[in-house]
């Protein structure tokens, strides 16, 4: 059956997906998508989608990284049915919590045999290993322990001597149809038998996962192509253990632009550090989407509910997809535009926080929102607004003189220009000091100069000290007809 004829038959409420982070690190983005990909799955398909908590590696497992994880996914939107924080008919959902279940299953494996203990050490193993690749053989386990007999592993477990669980891997072809990939194949004789526990209370990722698949009543694994490897040893270990065998479906990579996978090296990889720029969920969610998958049209704004509608696995992609900010800056744009001038203060109020441009205590808002409004077209990201806007926070700006200059202006036409602009904006009464005002004033003296931006451009580089900026009217309305006049005099100042 091809993958397209496979989803045919799934019936609504029949689909359960996971997402099963280990909290080693921040919520990756390449995680985050994942998630995306399995909720956006199981909701078209009105099922339920699982949050697992795989902690086992307990070494590098933090609360503070499952914190991240759980408290990102929920920022995202990405909300489970089931999880360590909500009820569910199969849980505990942390690994830590469900080493009863593990050890059952590898004590069946144990006495029928199709596990072993091994005790070969380290120095061994690696002796091994070294002395494989030397004769340029593939390096795996030489089944030293694989047929002790039951006396010596007895005494040796009675004697403390440190040990592992070896599954026995059978030298044969197994292959599964990818729902993405189509039918892939692997040969495990290269395999080795592979090591599913430290002992009895500490199995490993390839053994509980696929223990929990299957008590979970998982029906789709959804996970990155780097787990494709990992995807044989959980079928062997399912048909050992006479398990059901989840469908499954190995999303692209994500590279950075050079397409090497994507990495600290290309900026920014977790989903806290993306929000601390200031992108919006609906932002991320949009753009991971497109992380593989695309609608097979031009549409490229969906919002979380227009994905569970659209989605499909049949358009995914098996190539790697390429994580390009500009188009995350192009959707968050679209998205801090939609949002109304007071939302968009609130959004911001946290940035000029910390910015110390205001205190939390005494923000005045009625003026933050005039500020922000005047950037909501231009705004990428949130914590743009401060290079924007820090201008109308300062008391003297610095910059150079030249950024007065339009153009090719004479020094002697500058000044004059600027000393005009005292004069005139010096008679407009503070009552009139509106935008409309100015430019009704200064529009006709710009257009007399014969070139507007002989007037316009020194006047908005004395108010503002940037190369760009919104336009001078506006600017020189919120500064006041006092702080105007004041950047106006310090520009004369820096060109006498
Ligand atoms: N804990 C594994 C990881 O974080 C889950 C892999 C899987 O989905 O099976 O990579």
Known sequence: MSPEEQFKFI??????????????????????R????????????????????????LERSTPEFEKDIIENLKWLGIEWDEGPDTDGKYGPYRQTQRIDLYKKYLEKLLAEDKAYYCFCSEEELEAQRQYQMSQGM??????????????????YLAEGKPSVIRFRVASKKVSFNDLIRGKVE???????????AKDLNTPLYNFAVVIDDFEMKISH??????????????????????????????????????RTKLSKRHGAVSVSEFK???????????????????????????????????????????????????????LNG?????????????????????????????????FLQKIVSLYQERLKKISEIIEFTDFFFKEVLNYDKELLR???????????????????????????????????????????????????????????GKEASAGPFEVAEILGKEKTIKRIKQAKELIK
């Open 221 to 258: 694994v959804i996970r990155g192509e780097d787990h494709v490897s990992n995807t044989p040893k959980q079928i062997l270990l399912q048909e050992a253990l006479g398990l059901t065998q989840p469908q499954y479906a190995h999303l692209p990579l994500i590279l950075g632009t050079d």
């Open 34 to 57: 994942t998630a995306l990909f399995n909720y956006l799955f199981a909701k078209k398909y009105e099922g339920s989608f699982v949050l697992r908590i795989e902690d086992t590696d």
């Open 186 to 196: 692997f040969d495990t004789g290269l395999m080795g038998d592979m090591v599913i």
């Open 138 to 155: 593939a390096p795996k386990y030489s089944g030293k322990c694989a047929n002790l007999d039951k006396e010596t592993v007895k005494k």
């Open 406 to 464: 339009w153009k090719d202006m004479e020094d002697k036409e500058l000044k004059d220009v600027i000393d005009k602009l005292e004069k005139i904006l010096s008679k407009i009464k503070e009552e009139d000091w509106n935008k409309e005002n100015l430019e009704n004033v200064l529009m006709p003296e710009a257009e007399k100069t014969g070139d507007r931006g002989k007037l316009l451009w020194p006047l908005r580089a004395a108010l503002t």
């Open 334 to 366: 679209f998205y801090l535009r939609q949002r109304s001038p007071e939302k968009l203060t609130e959004l911001c109020l946290p940035y000029f926080i910390e910015a110390g441009l205001v205190t939390k205590e005494k923000a005045d808002l009625n």
């Open 276 to 330: 601390k720029q200031g992108y919006l969920p609906e932002a991320m969610i949009n753009f991971m989407a497109f992380l593989g998958w695309n609608p097979g049209n031009e549409r490229e704004i969906y919002s979380l509910a227009s994905l569970v509608k659209e989605f499909s696995l049949e358009n995914v992609q098996k190539g790697g997809a390429v994580f390009n900010v500009k188009k995350l800056d192009f």
């Open 11 to 32: 019936k609504p409420g029949e689909v359960r997906t996971r997402i099963a982070p280990s909290p080693t690190g921040f919520l990756h983005v390449g995680l985050a």
